[in-house]
């Protein structure tokens, strides 16, 4: 079945096969996606998400980097409440116009923005009706 994760400050989760809804209690957390369904509940300032080959949802917001490893994603990223001015977007061993070529790919529908990378990864940022350069670092 599902499983269910309660974190606290400082926790490693690794996401598996399954399906997972991990919540974040207090504290930076880093949470490393798996090939299986993840849902991100309460993400807190500082923490990391490690998006892996299967469908990740996150919620929460404020100062958390979402980081897509060129060869360990490939999934869909889901992100509700996206801070334009203290989230970021990682891009790790893609190449070097990745991010420009993300914002270049965006469609939008029903206020949401989404991207996609060259290795068939789709970003979805919630109620963000433009995505920008300054997302990523």
Do not use: C
């Amino acid at each position: 079945g599902d499983d269910h994760v309660t974190g606290k400050a400082g926790d490693i989760v690794y996401g598996g096969a399954g399906a997972a809804t991990i919540t974040s209690a207090k504290g930076a957390s880093t949470v490393h996606g798996g090939t299986g369904a993840i849902k991100l509940n309460d993400y807190v300032k500082g923490s990391e998400v490690l998006l892996g080959s299967g469908a990740m949802s996150v919620s929460g917001g404020g100062a958390t980097t979402l980081d897509i490893v060129h060869g360990h994603a490939g999934g869909s990223l889901t992100v509700w409440n996206f801070d334009a001015s203290a989230d970021h977007i990682t891009l790790t061993g893609y190449a070097p116009r990745a991010a420009a070529n993300a914002v270049a790919s965006q469609t939008h529908s029903n206020g949401s923005t989404t991207m996609t990378l060259s290795d068939g990864t789709h970003i979805t940022l919630v109620a963000v009706k433009s995505a920008s350069a300054a997302f990523f670092v």
